[in-house]
């Protein structure tokens, strides 16, 4: 079992950035492919970003496309997400999450963490 536990969340002002992490508990983390999901209130969760295993592949919204960067460190157990050039409307729940292969689909992880809230104010 996995255990995730996101961080860095925060306020900030429109055009912004910051920098999200997300920590696994499992020593296997170099096996699993990571994603980052947001979920505004009154609105589904969607997909933000997703990297495999070895980083080899990456997927973004295209919301957050050119803005965002997903990366991670397996010798950390880690994943971030920078975020750049924030918007209002990225304003939501960030959560990060696990699967056996690079997946963009939330229904295809296994593993999720708490969530990490980001606010962006104009």
């Known amino acids: 079992q996995v255990q995730l536990v996101e961080s860095g969340g925060g306020l900030v002002q429109a055009g912004g950035s910051l920098r999200l992490s997300c920590a696994a508990s499992e020593g296997t983390f170099r096996n699993y492919g990571m994603g980052w999901f947001r979920q505004a209130p009154g609105k589904e969760r969607e997909f933000v970003a997703a990297?495999?295993?070895?980083?080899?592949?990456?997927s973004y919204a295209d919301s957050v496309k050119g803005r965002f960067t997903i990366s991670r460190d397996n010798a950390k157990n880690t994943v971030y997400l920078q975020m750049n050039s924030l918007k209002p409307e990225d304003t939501a729940v960030y959560y990060c999450?696990?699967?056996?292969?690079?997946?963009?689909?939330?229904?295809?992880?296994?593993?999720w963490g708490q969530g990490t809230q980001v606010t962006v104010s104009s």
């Open positions: 999450a696990a699967a056996y292969s690079f997946q963009v689909l939330p229904g295809r992880y296994d593993y």
């Open positions: 990297i495999s295993w070895n980083a080899g592949s990456t």
